[in-house]
């Protein structure tokens, strides 16, 4: 049973980089899936913001494409995301999953809430 | 990138009642990847739906998908009460992956 669990700070001030990993366990990255990032704002709905394969090959959501990186750590089993130049609209919850090209998300961590405040 | 309009936004129903959601895409979804998800506050979201019509695993029957193309429906047969949530329908036939915005199914 695969199971993940985001970590990072729960707040983030404007202007700066949000970093968060998520840890898989229960199944290891480098044999297949993609891995994903999710949000949702407050009062809003689910938004993809990226993937990344465990080849290394990324996706972003377009309008967030010049701040989001991606990145896998195969040898720890945990992916991460980067966001910069946050503002209050990246106040969120962050979920991190896996992404099946067949299934969609069969697994989701339970997500954090992160907040950008000064 | 493929914009998901769901309908309505909100559903009010009692426990019993038949709930039907659409999900209507702004091009065909390749392979019908259609996924149907619920979620409740403090959780994390839990697949129904996948292939726009196949049961995720420990999904019960009342759950059913379907529709192909550009347009797709989520049916709960006789809602219980631990059904009461926002549904959420997700293409992941291209990328970048996308969302539709919800429906909220409430308690009348």
């Known amino acids: 049973q695969v199971q993940l669990q985001e970590s990072g700070p729960g707040l983030v001030k404007p202007s700066e980089t949000l970093s968060l990993t998520c840890a898989v366990s229960?199944?290891?990255?480098?044999?297949?899936?993609?891995w994903a990032w999710i949000r949702q704002p407050p009062g809003k709905g689910l938004e993809w913001i990226g993937n990344i394969y465990h080849s290394g090959s990324t996706s972003y959501k377009a309008s967030l494409k010049s701040r989001v990186t991606i990145s896998v750590d195969t040898s720890r089993n945990q992916f991460s995301l980067n966001l910069s130049s946050v503002n209050a609209a990246d106040t969120a919850i962050y979920f991190c999953?896996?992404?099946?090209?067949?299934?969609?998300?069969?697994?989701w961590g339970q997500g954090t809430v992160v907040t950008v405040s000064s | 990138e493929i914009v998901l309009t769901q309908s309505p936004g909100t559903l009010s129903l009692s426990p019993g009642e038949r709930a039907t959601l659409s999900c209507r895409a702004s091009q065909s979804i390749y392979s019908n990847y259609l996924a149907w998800y619920q979620l409740k506050p403090g959780q994390a979201p839990r697949l129904l739906i996948y292939g726009a019509s196949s049961r995720a695993t420990g999904i019960p029957d009342r759950f059913s998908g379907s529709g192909s193309g550009t347009d797709f429906t989520l049916t709960i047969r006789r809602l219980e009460p631990e059904d009461f949530a926002v549904y959420y329908c997700q293409q992941y036939g291209d990328l970048p992956r996308t969302f539709g915005q919800g429906t909220k199914v409430e308690i009348k």
């Open positions: 999953a896996r992404d099946s090209s067949v299934w969609g998300i069969d697994s």
């Open positions: 229960g199944y290891s990255i480098s044999s297949g899936y993609s």
